[in-house]
């Protein structure tokens, strides 16, 4: 801890002989006598040592600077990177899946419409009703409001198995999530 009394008790005066016009002759006269006392060689060293401190010294002034320059650029390309909204798809809630389906039962008469979730599963049991397949599929297509459909599975033809027709259509709203 530090000692206010030993601060009073500094003889000031005694600072007074390192600022005095001798003192400047005496730093001068162990300068000039230093290559005699120390060596060249060991002067030498001393000077290869701060010429290499010096320059480690101005190449990272210069590193600094470059890093400097480059957030600033960085910076600058971030703040002009426009906020861009992401989209998603969100299912549709199944109960306006299943309104929706119940609805279409009753104008395709002959078709199986069935939904499940946000999936709605559309067959016929013959190719002699592809007309009426085809139209319940538009349909679903322009079906509910903001609707995004996707054909998950279509199948028409003898490969299908037990109904020669059917699609399976998976129904998602889209929406925009603002940036931030």
């Not at 279509?154 to 889209?174: D, H, Q, S, W």
């Amino acid at each position: 801890m530090f000692d206010i009394n030993a601060l009073k008790s500094f003889d000031w005066r005694s600072l007074k002989k390192f600022t005095s016009a001798q003192s400047a002759e005496d730093l001068n006269a162990f300068l000039e006598s230093l290559p005699e006392t120390v060596g060249q060689t060991m002067l030498i060293i001393a000077g290869v040592t701060w010429a290499a401190a010096g320059a480690l010294g101005l190449f990272t002034t210069i590193q600094v600077q470059k890093l400097t320059e480059l957030r600033a650029e960085f910076e600058e390309a971030e703040a002009l990177k426009p906020l861009v909204p992401s989209i998603q798809d969100v299912a549709v809630n199944k109960n306006e899946v299943a309104q929706f389906v119940d609805k279409m039962a009753k104008v395709y008469d002959g078709i199986s419409v069935k939904g499940s979730g946000a999936s709605i599963l559309i067959s016929a049991s013959s190719t002699a009703q592809f007309g009426r397949f085809r139209e319940a599929v538009g349909h679903v297509q322009n079906g509910g409001s903001g609707w995004r459909v996707n054909i998950d599975r279509l199948c028409v033809g003898r490969e299908c198995g037990k109904n020669p027709l059917e699609a399976t259509l998976k129904i998602n709203k889209v929406s925009v999530k603002r940036p931030g």
